[in-house]
């Protein structure tokens, strides 16, 4: 079976400094890949999604970038945080077919201060 | 565009009642409908989807949706609520741009059960 493996659980940062989360998928190959946030405990925003190695899109911009180096590792990073890069963020992955379900990761905690 | 609305913040509902949690959808096509739940500080979860064929689809945790085209809805529904359905939920709807297969999530409905 498949599963989705997400780290830190929960990270603490100053303002300005690097951030990486990383994804990985086991049990599949070849995923469509998202990083979603949570903010304020509710609304999902679509950050990034990526359909192979390398190719990766960017929903909104932002503070933020996102890189597929293996086919089952998504990582998201940025150079400098800002203190509205905080919240909750969600990794997931799906088949190609758009009838496939998203299954998502447990989540990381991001807190810049 | 596509989009779902979830019209209600919170349902609230007394254990051992029926619980339904609302969600409309506007889409062109088809649409492809999903309910996800999310417990506090964890990840979502998966119940049900509507693809295709009976209206009525059951899911996960004894939960199941009403697909229903003249109305445009898709709500949540369970027989009997638990204290521990306590959890916010959420409504999704796949858009397909340009290749990619992408969830339009509602913007969540906190269900509480109280004893």
């Known amino acids: 079976s498949q599963t989705i493996h997400q780290w830190p659980a929960t990270l603490v940062q100053p303002v300005g400094s690097p951030l990486s989360l990383e994804c990985t998928v086991e049990?599949?190959?070849?995923?469509?890949l998202y990083w979603y946030r949570q903010a304020a405990g509710r609304g999902l925003q679509l950050l990034f999604y990526?359909?192979?190695?390398?190719?990766i899109s960017s929903e909104v911009p932002q503070n933020l970038s996102a890189s597929r180096p293996q086919d089952r590792q998504f990582i998201l990073s940025s150079k400098k945080l800002l203190l509205s890069d905080s919240g909750f963020y969600l990794c997931?992955?799906?088949?190609?077919?758009?009838?496939?379900?998203?299954?998502f990761g447990e989540g990381s905690w991001l807190t810049v201060v | 565009a596509q989009s779902v609305a979830q019209p209600e913040d919170q349902v609230n509902v007394a254990e051992g009642n029926p619980l339904t949690v609302k969600c409309t959808y506007s889409?062109?096509?088809?649409?492809?409908l999903f309910w996800y739940v999310q417990y506090p500080n964890r990840g979502l979860q998966f119940l049900l989807k509507?693809?295709?064929?009976?209206?009525l689809v059951k899911g996960s945790y004894g939960f199941e949706a009403e697909f229903n085209k003249s109305q445009t809805s898709f709500h949540l529904k369970k027989p009997s609520a638990l204290v521990s359905d306590s959890a916010l939920y959420f409504c999704?709807?796949?858009?397909?741009?340009?290749?990619?297969?992408?969830?339009?999530f509602g913007a969540g409905t906190r269900l509480a059960v109280h004893p």
């Open positions: 049990g599949t190959s070849n995923p469509n």
């Open positions: 889409v062109s096509g088809n649409p492809y």
């Open positions: 509507y693809i295709t064929g009976d209206n």
């Open positions: 999704a709807v796949r858009k397909n741009s340009g290749g990619y297969n992408k969830l339009i």
């Open positions: 997931a992955w799906s088949h190609g077919d758009k009838s496939d379900t998203i299954y």
């Open positions: 990526s359909v192979g190695i390398g190719q």
